[in-house]
C-alpha cells in the first residue's frame, strides 16, 4: 500500500522561507506525479504546485516566483521550497501522490504551514 508522508511545516513569519519534504513509499514504481495541495477550513483544497515525471510542472500563479517544486528520484521525495511566505499562505499544506497518470491520488496527513508576525 502506498504511503506518503510530509514534513517541514511550522510557524514563521511573513517574508520568511519553509521546505516542505514529501516521501513516498510502499510500491517499487516510481510515482508519474508528486506535488502539493493546500487547504484552510471552509474552503476546498487547492492546487499548489505539482511535478511529473515528464519533468512538466504545474503551478498555481499566486505562487509563481515564490515557490519552487523539485524531486529526488532516488530518494522517491518531492520538496516543495517556499519564499517570501505571505500571511495568506497559511494553510494545511498536502502531498498528492499519483503513481500512474489518471491514477488513483494518495494523500498524505497534512503539514501545517502559518505564516504570522
Known amino acids: 500500500q502506498v504511503q506518503v508522508v510530509e514534513s517541514g511545516g511550522g510557524l514563521v513569519q511573513p517574508g520568511g522561507s519553509l521546505r516542505l519534504s514529501c516521501t513516498s513509499s510502499?510500491?517499487?514504481?516510481?510515482?508519474?506525479?508528486m506535488g502539493w495541495y493546500r487547504q484552510v477550513p471552509g474552503k476546498e483544497r487547492e492546487l499548489v504546485a505539482t511535478?511529473?515525471?515528464?519533468?512538466?510542472?504545474n503551478l498555481a500563479g499566486y505562487v509563481e516566483g515564490r515557490f519552487f517544486i523539485s524531486r529526488d528520484k532516488d530518494k522517491n521525495t518531492a520538496y516543495l521550497q517556499m519564499t517570501r511566505l505571505k500571511p495568506e499562505d497559511t494553510a494545511v499544506y498536502y502531498c498528492?501522490?499519483?503513481?500512474?497518470?489518471?491514477?488513483?491520488?494518495?494523500w498524505g496527513q497534512g503539514t501545517q504551514v502559518s505564516v504570522s508576525s
Open positions: 511535478h511529473t515525471l515528464r519533468n512538466t510542472t
Open positions: 510502499g510500491t517499487d514504481i516510481l510515482p508519474f506525479r
Open positions: 498528492l501522490v499519483n503513481i500512474f497518470n489518471g491514477g488513483t491520488s494518495f
